[in-house]
T-cell receptor
C-alpha cells in the first residue's frame, strides 16, 4: 500500500505571495492532519480534516487554511507569506477518528525569501 | 500550555549497544503516546505506540515504557545499528478522537560503527 504523498517536495516563494501544498493520504484513510516543523518550534499541529470537514485547528493565524476533497486528498494554503513561514510542512493520515496512529508523508520544504 | 519534553538532545552510542531515549510529559490527561523516528530529509516514521492503560509494549528491537506516576516515557532500542541514527520524537494525544499530537523537541541518536 502506498504511503502518504506530498507535492511539491520543495518550494521557494517570496514574501507576500501565497502557496498551496497538496497531500494524498494512504488509500482508505479519511483523516488528514497538517503539521509545521521548524528548528525553533519543532512540530506543531495546524489542522485536521475528516470527511471534508475541519475537525480541529491549532494555534496558527488565519493565513493558514486548508480543505479536503471527497477522495480524502487535502490541500493547505498559506496566504501573504512571511519569512517565518519557512518550514517543513508535513501531512499525516489515519483511518479515522477511532484509529489513532498517524502516518506521515515526506513533507514539503517551503522557503520564503 | 503543557507540552512534551525530552531530557537529552543528543545521545551517542556504539553499534550493538542498547539505547534508551527518554521523554517527560506534563499532561496527565494524555491517553495515547507515540514514538517517531525522523531521518534527514524525511517525514517522521512511526515506530511504536502505547496507550495509557499499558505500562510496556514491545516491538521489533524496540520497547516503550510508560510510567504514569512520574509522567515519563522511554524508548529502548536493542542492539542499536547505524541505521538507527536519526532524531526521535515522542508525541502525546489527549483526545483519541482528534489527531492533535503534541510533540517533544526530539533527541538525536548517533550510532557509531
Amino acid at each position: 500500500k502506498a504511503g502518504v504523498t506530498q507535492t511539491p517536495r520543495y518550494l521557494i516563494k517570496t514574501r507576500g505571495q501565497q502557496v498551496t501544498l497538496s497531500c494524498s493520504p494512504i488509500s482508505g484513510h479519511r483523516s488528514v492532519s497538517w503539521y509545521q516543523q521548524t528548528p525553533g518550534q519543532g512540530l506543531q499541529f495546524l489542522f485536521e480534516y475528516f470527511s471534508e470537514t475541519q475537525r480541529n485547528k491549532g494555534n496558527f493565524p488565519g493565513r493558514f487554511s486548508g480543505r479536503q476533497f471527497s477522495n480524502s486528498r487535502s490541500e493547505m494554503n498559506v496566504s501573504t507569506l512571511e519569512l517565518g513561514d519557512s518550514a517543513l510542512y508535513l501531512c499525516a493520515s489515519r483511518g479515522g477518528p477511532s484509529q489513532e496512529t498517524q502516518y506521515f508523508g515526506p513533507g514539503t520544504r517551503l522557503l520564503v525569501l | 500550555g503543557e507540552s512534551v519534553g525530552l531530557h537529552l538532545p543528543t545521545l551517542s552510542v556504539q553499534e550493538g549497544d542498547n539505547s534508551i531515549i527518554n521523554c517527560a510529559y506534563s499532561n496527565s490527561a494524555s491517553d495515547y503516546f507515540i514514538w517517531y523516528k525522523q531521518e534527514s530529509g524525511k517525514g517522521p516514521q512511526f515506530i511504536i505506540d502505547i496507550r495509557s492503560n499499558m505500562d510496556k509494549r514491545q516491538g521489533q528491537r524496540v520497547t516503550v515504557l510508560l510510567n504514569k506516576t512520574v509522567k515519563h516515557l522511554s524508548l529502548q532500542i536493542a542492539a542499536t545499528q547505524p541505521g538507527d541514527s536519526a532524531v526521535y520524537f515522542c508525541a502525546e494525544n489527549i483526545d483519541s478522537g482528534y489527531s492533535t499530537l503534541t510533540f517533544g523537541k526530539g533527541t538525536m541518536l548517533l550510532v557509531s560503527p
